[in-house]
């Protein structure tokens, strides 16, 4: 199992959908025409509850969808600042 995605991936995937009126049966639609495979709306309603991670396939088909609203951090827990201080 998939480890606890945190508050701030649901909050910032949550306010990108209410953003444009999405809904979580839009975005299920969406993904499955990229990945071109079947996805469960339950699947995805737990990604954007922060039930579940994405599958990684599934993180960057909405990030890209997102267009920077969403990040790979977002998801996984990436700490993007330690790169920074690293440069």
């Known amino acids: 199992m998939t480890a606890t995605p945190n508050v701030v991936q649901r909050e910032k995937l949550k306010a990108w959908?209410?953003?444009?009126?999405r809904s979580?049966?839009?975005l299920t639609k969406k993904l499955r025409e990229r990945l071109d495979r079947p996805i469960s709306f339950w699947?995805?309603?737990?990604?954007?509850?922060?039930?579940?991670?994405?599958?990684?396939?599934?993180?960057r088909?909405?990030?890209?969808?997102?267009?920077?609203?969403?990040?790979?951090?977002?998801?996984?827990g990436i700490d993007q600042s330690a790169d920074r201080d690293a440069a």
């Open 17 to 21: 959908l209410d953003g444009d009126d």
């Open 24 to 26: 979580v049966t839009w």
């Open 43 to 59: 699947t995805v309603r737990r990604v954007v509850l922060g039930q579940r991670q994405p599958a990684p396939d599934e993180g």
């Open 61 to 76: 088909a909405i990030i890209a969808m997102a267009n920077g609203a969403v990040t790979a951090a977002d998801f996984y």
